[in-house]
């Protein structure tokens, strides 16, 4: 399957831990990309690989991946956070063919 | 640092073809996957499809039909053609870099997309 499936909606109380997951075949094989995208901006790649943050990213984004779900969390969420966030790999059947995007999880914080 | 700088018309009517286009600056034009995505108003991320500097290409099955990407590596661009257009296509349009990573230890790969366009706003309508 090529899908990845996130929630919706989630929100945090600001200042604590938020955790956004993506679930799919693909991340068996796959470690999850992650990115933040606010309103009228093009996405951010915030998290790639085991765990692995571009420069600029604060350090309280990391990210986990097991089984076939991936894990993107926030730790001490900031106002700044609230966000539109997506998942990403590309879809492990055949020959890795074909680039995959969760449906995204619109982050509000309280 | 690489940027990508993006252009095209932001208008069309139905049964017109989309085009856009995209320029690499200030970095390695053959080490990434060129991708185009677009969202349309208010919905999530969809891939249309992908070119490396060989040309070899890529396409999301759901478009394949009136997709055809190119690339002109005397220039460092890379351009999206989009046939038959009608108001579903209407939505923001990005390019955007992407590298596969195989990490052999885990026999686990990743891929991201860490370069980005700022995004063409494309209009369908009569």
């Known amino acids: 399957s090529s899908e990845l499936t996130q929630d919706p909606a989630v929100s945090v109380a600001l200042g604590q831990t938020v955790r956004i997951t993506c679930q799919g075949d693909?991340?068996?094989?796959?470690?999850a990309s992650w990115y933040q995208q606010k309103p009228g901006q093009a996405p951010v790649l915030v998290i790639y690989g085991k765990n692995n943050r571009p420069s600029g990213i604060p350090d309280r984004f990391s990210g986990s991946n097991s089984g076939n779900t991936a894990s993107l969390t926030i730790t001490g969420a900031q106002a700044e956070d609230e966000a539109d966030y997506y998942c990403n790999s590309r879809d492990s059947s055949g020959n890795h063919l074909h680039v995959v995007f969760g449906g995204g999880t619109k982050l509000t914080v309280l | 640092q690489v940027q990508l700088q993006q252009w095209g018309a932001g208008l069309l009517k139905p049964s017109e073809t989309l085009s856009l286009t995209c320029a690499v600056y200030g970095g390695s034009f053959s080490g990434y996957y060129w991708s185009w995505i677009r969202q349309p108003p208010g919905k999530g991320l969809e891939w249309i499809g992908e070119i490396n500097h060989s040309g070899s290409t890529n396409y999301n099955p759901s478009l394949k039909s009136r997709v055809t990407i190119s690339v002109d590596t005397s220039k460092n661009q890379f351009s999206l053609k989009l046939s038959s257009v009608t108001a579903a296509d209407t939505a923001v349009y990005y390019c955007?870099?992407?590298?596969?990573?195989?990490?052999?230890?885990?026999?686990?790969?990743?891929?991201?997309?860490?370069?980005w366009g700022k995004g063409t706003t494309v209009t369908v309508s009569s």
């Open positions: 693909s991340l068996r094989n796959y470690y």
């Open positions: 955007a870099g992407g590298a596969i990573v195989v990490v052999p230890a885990a026999i686990i790969y990743y891929y991201y997309m860490d370069v």
